[in-house]
T-cell receptor, first 115, second 114 residues
Framework: GAVVSQHPSWVICKSGTSVKIECRSL??????MFWYRQFPKQSLMLMAT?????????EQGVEKDKFLINHASLTLSTLTVTSAHPEDSSFYIC???????????FGSGTRLTVV | GENVEQHPSTLSVQEGDSAVIKCTYS??????FPWYKQELGKRPQLIID?????GEKKDQRIAVTLNKTAKHFSLHITETQPEDSAVYFC?????????????FGTGTRLTIIP
């Protein structure tokens, strides 16, 4: 149980275009989702916290106009990388809290390559 | 905000020996400390976790200890096997109703030498 499905698993896009990444909770309602970015050989860095029905909370240094997060339902959160540039190439992973201190579940990640 | 430091960044251990990875955290309010194993290009996988009301937890070859006073926690892997080779991350969060933001350590690349 508690599965988060993330798509696409990998994407290659041209510089200047936008890319949307989806995370769906399959068998539970995810009130809160987290979006992480992981550069090669580095840790997972939290980008933003996404709450259903409200605006996302972004971490310091993350451009909210560049990384658009939408959490319109209890089962779907999306991250759109707008006007992507090569430096945005990274591994993006979503995570959902299971609530009441039951830990977290992670999506399978999206490898974004901007050329 | 929370800051989690992790050491060592790389660790090589002979197969069958033990491996220890240590983390420190800054926010005394943190009360949930998971450890994740991540293989290249994959999602982090929870291997063990501990809450602040417990000092030690063990699951077969894996154990975690927590010292709340010193704000540090450690992962212990005994009888290491080649399949234990991976990157390990510690993390910390303040588990409450609502925002349970998880902060990760910098990671340890563990290599088991056959």
């Amino acid at each position: 149980g508690a599965v988060v499905s993330q798509h696409p698993s990998w994407v290659i896009c041209k510089s200047g275009t936008s890319v949307k990444i989806e995370c769906r909770s399959l068998d539970f309602q995810a009130t809160t989702m987290f979006w992480y970015r992981q550069f090669p050989k580095q840790s997972l860095m939290l980008m933003a916290t996404s709450n259903e029905g409200s605006k996302a909370t972004y971490e310091q240094g993350v451009e909210k106009d560049k990384f658009l997060i939408n959490h319109a339902s209890l089962t779907l959160s999306t991250l759109t990388v707008t006007s992507a540039h090569p430096e945005d190439s990274s591994f993006y992973i979503c995570s959902a809290t299971l609530g009441q201190g039951r830990g977290y579940t992670f999506g399978s990640g999206t490898r974004l390559t901007v050329v | 905000g929370e800051n989690v430091e992790q050491h060592p960044s790389t660790l090589s251990v002979q197969e069958g020996d033990s491996a220890v990875i240590k983390c420190t955290y800054s926010d005394s309010a943190s009360n949930y400390f998971p450890w994740y194993k991540q293989e290249l290009g994959k999602r982090p996988q929870l291997i063990i976790d501990i809450r602040s009301n417990v000092g030690e937890k063990k699951d077969q070859r894996i154990a975690v200890t927590l010292n709340k006073t010193a704000k540090h926690f450690s992962l212990h892997i005994t009888e290491t096997q080649p399949e234990d080779s991976a990157v390990y991350f510690c993390a910390a969060s303040i588990s409450n109703f609502g925002n349970e933001k998880l902060t990760f350590g910098t990671g340890t690349r563990l290599t088991i030498i056959p």
